[in-house]
């Protein structure tokens, strides 16, 4: 399980560090694609076959697995760690997430994501906690 939140920034050439505490889960090639919420999404080799294994049982008829498939593998790559447990994010992601300077990198369960710092710090700020506390009881989670 992926937890916590970590602040990096991101180098000339698109690289940032991958957490130390994520890369012994993900290992040195995991898949990044784009998230939901104007984010990047990590999963680790095992993860992401599962994702695809589901989305390519979508039907293709349908507009709108249509449009979450191209969402998801048009912009999925596989990353590798370098030496310095930095990945590269390709332009396109880096665009797409508007990741420019600051990244926060947070653990979400079975996978990491990857948010510019202004994006999360919106995310947070704009978070309904009535709505998160009626999610929660909906669980039987009481904190």
Not at 9 to 27: H, N, Y
Not at 103 to 129: C, H
Request: proline content about 3%.
């Amino acid at each position: 399980m992926f937890s916590g939140e970590y602040n990096h920034s991101v180098d000339a050439k698109g690289r940032v560090i991958m957490p130390s505490k994520f890369r012994e889960t993900l290992g040195n090639k995991f898949w990044i694609t784009r998230g939901l919420d104007k984010n990047l999404t990590v999963y680790s080799c095992d993860e992401w076959q599962k994702v695809y294994e589901k989305l390519s049982t979508l039907p293709f008829v349908d507009r709108n697995s249509r449009a979450l498939s191209r969402l998801l593998l048009s912009g999925c790559v596989e990353c590798e760690v370098d030496k310095q447990g930095r990945i590269l994010i390709p332009q396109p992601l880096r665009t797409y997430a508007g990741i420019e300077k600051d990244v926060t990198v947070i653990g979400n369960g079975n996978k990491v994501e990857i948010w510019s710092s202004e994006n999360w710090d919106t995310y947070l700020t704009d978070l309904d906690p009535d709505l998160v506390a009626s999610n929660l009881c909906d669980l039987g989670i009481m904190i």
